[in-house]
């Protein structure tokens, strides 16, 4: 009872100095001071923002850039050609760009309080942050950052007008890039009537960093195929019954994995847990600062509550997988040989779950018009035999 009574105790001034620390750093910020955090065109030293003149005239390109009309991929493509690095050595993203350009700390502003107890509320926690004039020099005029603002708006309100499609590109991931082997996403380009919009999938690599090439495929030729590949693969009674065969053997063999991950979370969690309690102790006997105490607790915990959500998610797929029932080959085939039917009739985000059940990804031609291999999740690599025209099913 005493050791419950004292981890009560423990616990509400772990919160206490949390609470005192965070009131520090938003007095802090009214003063316009920064809180700490690494920042593009800016050396954190002493806890002062410095301007960092290599990485500041990249900053001021970048604004520069959106003023002349270039949309975020553009301006990444120009840097990354160039091999431009970001403050951790990476490659420029849209969203590393878009972050920048609407970052007020480049106009002399401190930006405080978006998000409250991140750890625990993530995103529900966003609120409306205050604005301060900080000590901390300026990159760009107010001027200049006025144009981009403008530009910005412009673009979202003729983003939100253009956004008439309402489908769903159900490949979206599982169908790969025939150059880096990156996953897809949309594209969309006009039709010369102006009356509608031709859909594609374009590599994401270059959609995000510009790092290959468009690679474009054309949506409705690719789903059209695989379609039609699924269609002859699940009439096939072998392949049905690989199917029910791997169903089988995902009960029988899924213990044991799951078990080891289950142990290895929770050994995990054992020793954030000891960690947390020695940190406890170090503060209790004076041995590390209320503030550094409270920086190391908060992400402590916010490591704690993770661990524990995957502990308990291991566990429920185990209670799962020990209740389910034996598969039953008729509803399997049945629900195969219906997959068309199935397929018209579901929505968009059905038919993406039918056909993610099924497939693992598909690999084009370089000539992106025929299908190069098609994996399936039920199968191992060559587990088919290959199709007329070259490509495999696997």
Same mark, same amino acid.
């Given at each position: 009872?005493?050791?419950?009574?004292?981890?009560?105790?423990?616990?509400?001034?772990?919160?206490?100095?949390?609470?005192? $620390?965070?009131? *520090? &750093?938003? %007095?802090?910020? @009214?003063?316009?001071? =920064? +809180?700490?955090?690494?920042?593009? #065109?800016?050396?954190?030293?002493?806890?002062?923002?410095?301007?960092?003149?290599?990485?500041?005239?990249?900053?001021?390109?970048?604004?520069?850039?959106?003023?002349?009309?270039?949309?975020?991929?553009?301006?990444?493509?120009?840097?990354?050609?160039?091999?431009?690095?970001?403050?951790?050595?990476?490659?420029?993203?849209?969203?590393?760009?878009?972050?920048?350009?609407?970052?007020? $700390?480049?106009? *002399? &502003?401190? %930006?405080?309080? @978006?998000?409250?107890? =991140? +750890?625990?509320?993530?995103?529900? #926690?966003?609120?409306?942050?205050?604005?301060?004039?900080?000590?901390?020099?300026?990159?760009?005029?107010?001027?200049?950052?006025?144009?981009?603002?403008?530009?910005?708006?412009?673009?979202?309100?003729?983003?939100?007008?253009?956004?008439?499609?309402?489908?769903?590109?159900?490949?979206?991931?599982?169908?790969?890039?025939?150059?880096?082997?990156?996953?897809?996403?949309?594209?969309?380009?006009?039709?010369?009537?102006?009356?509608?919009?031709?859909?594609?999938?374009?590599?994401?690599?270059?959609?995000?960093?510009?790092?290959?090439?468009?690679?474009?495929?054309?949506?409705?030729?690719?789903?059209?195929?695989?379609?039609?590949?699924?269609?002859?693969?699940?009439?096939?009674?072998?392949?049905?019954?690989?199917?029910?065969?791997?169903?089988?053997?995902?009960?029988?063999?899924?213990?044991?994995?799951?078990?080891?991950?289950?142990?290895?979370?929770?050994?995990?969690?054992?020793?954030?847990?000891?960690?947390?309690?020695?940190?406890?102790?170090?503060?209790?006997?004076?041995?590390?600062?209320?503030?550094?105490?409270?920086?190391?607790?908060?992400?402590?915990?916010?490591?704690?509550?993770?661990?524990?959500?995957?502990?308990?998610?291991?566990?429920?797929?185990?209670?799962?997988?020990?209740?389910?029932?034996?598969?039953?080959?008729?509803?399997?085939?049945?629900?195969?040989?219906?997959?068309?039917?199935?397929?018209?009739?579901?929505?968009?985000?059905?038919?993406?779950?039918?056909?993610?059940?099924?497939?693992?990804?598909?690999?084009?031609?370089?000539?992106?018009?025929?299908?190069?291999?098609?994996?399936?999740?039920?199968?191992?690599?060559?587990?088919?035999?290959?199709?007329?025209?070259?490509?495999?099913?696997?």
């Amino acid at each position: 009872m005493f050791i419950s009574l004292l981890s009560t105790f423990v616990g509400y001034e772990r919160a206490s100095i949390i609470d005192r $620390v965070n009131s *520090g &750093m938003k %007095k802090r910020a @009214e003063e316009g001071h =920064w +809180n700490g955090g690494i920042v593009f #065109g800016y050396d954190n030293i002493d806890k002062q923002l410095v301007i960092n003149v290599k990485e500041s005239l990249l900053v001021k390109e970048i604004f520069s850039l959106r003023t002349e009309g270039l949309g975020y991929k553009a301006i990444v493509n120009r840097l990354n050609e160039r091999g431009e690095v970001t403050k951790k050595g990476k490659a420029f993203s849209i969203s590393g760009v878009k972050l920048i350009l609407q970052n007020p $700390v480049y106009i *002399g &502003m401190v %930006k405080w309080g @978006e998000y409250k107890d =991140w +750890n625990k509320n993530r995103r529900k #926690g966003k609120s409306d942050p205050i604005y301060v004039q900080g000590v901390h020099a300026p990159i760009i005029s107010q001027e200049l950052w006025e144009k981009v603002k403008k530009m910005n708006e412009v673009q979202n309100e003729t983003y939100s007008t253009n956004r008439n499609f309402k489908g769903e590109l159900f490949l979206t991931g599982i169908l790969k890039c025939p150059q880096c082997g990156a996953g897809t996403v949309m594209h969309k380009t006009k039709m010369r009537n102006g009356e509608g919009y031709h859909f594609y999938y374009m590599c994401q690599g270059y959609h995000s960093k510009g790092t290959c090439k468009t690679n474009l495929v054309k949506k409705d030729v690719v789903e059209q195929k695989v379609l039609t590949l699924i269609s002859e693969m699940v009439r096939d009674k072998e392949i049905v019954n690989q199917i029910i065969k791997k169903l089988d053997g995902d009960k029988q063999n899924g213990f044991e994995p799951l078990i080891k991950e289950l142990e290895i979370y929770q050994s995990k969690l054992e020793e954030r847990l000891a960690k947390q309690k020695k940190l406890d102790k170090d503060y209790f006997d004076n041995n590390i600062e209320a503030s550094l105490y409270s920086r190391l607790s908060i992400s402590l915990q916010s490591e704690i509550d993770r661990f524990k959500q995957k502990v308990n998610v291991k566990k429920q797929e185990i209670n799962r997988l020990s209740n389910k029932e034996d598969i039953d080959k008729e509803i399997v085939m049945a629900a195969l040989l219906n997959f068309n039917e199935l397929f018209h009739k579901a929505t968009n985000e059905e038919k993406k779950m039918l056909v993610r059940s099924l497939i693992k990804e598909v690999r084009m031609e370089r000539n992106r018009k025929e299908i190069n291999k098609i994996t399936f999740w039920f199968s191992s690599d060559n587990a088919l035999p290959s199709k007329e025209g070259g490509g495999t099913l696997s």
